[in-house]
């Protein structure tokens, strides 16, 4: 756990590194005890974003802190909606949904991301580009 479990900076923890870019965890089980749900600051370079994914069981927000991009989130038919995205917009992602995001402007994008129940974020660790960088990096 970190030095002060009420008050974190992405800085401060170790963060999951992929060639699209890095989650810094910021409330977790293993960070500060959270228990039902998890989440964290997404770094995305411009012309980055992570591939259709899902997270089997836990529903997912995501606020763009900063920056533009696209967002997909599947229907409950399958279907995807795709919408351009930008600081100050919240997305939901229901339980199990495929989504996606991509970084579409000039400068990095910035999210904040929740999950719950905790731990989806932790099958990241299984991806083959995937590097635990630490504190600071």
């Known amino acids: ?52 994914h899902n997270h089997p069981g836990a529903e997912e927000i995501i606020f763009v802190i900063s920056g533009e991009g696209e967002q ?19 997305i939901y992602v229901p339980e199990s949904r495929f989504h996606s995001t991509k970084n579409t402007g000039d400068g990095q994008m910035l999210l904040f991301v929740v999950y719950s129940p905790a731990g989806p974020e932790l099958a990241l660790r299984d991806l083959p580009d995937f590097r635990l960088l630490p504190p600071g990096f």
């Open 1 to 52: 756990m970190v030095k002060d479990k009420y008050f974190i900076y992405p800085k401060d923890v170790s963060a999951f590194g992929f060639d699209w870019g890095k989650l810094s965890l910021t409330v977790a089980p293993e960070v500060n005890g959270a228990s039902r749900f998890s989440g964290g600051v997404v770094e995305l370079p411009s012309g980055e974003g992570h591939s259709r």
């Open 72 to 90: 997909m989130v599947e229907d409950e038919t399958g279907n995807p909606i795709t919408r351009k995205v930008a600081s100050g917009c919240t």
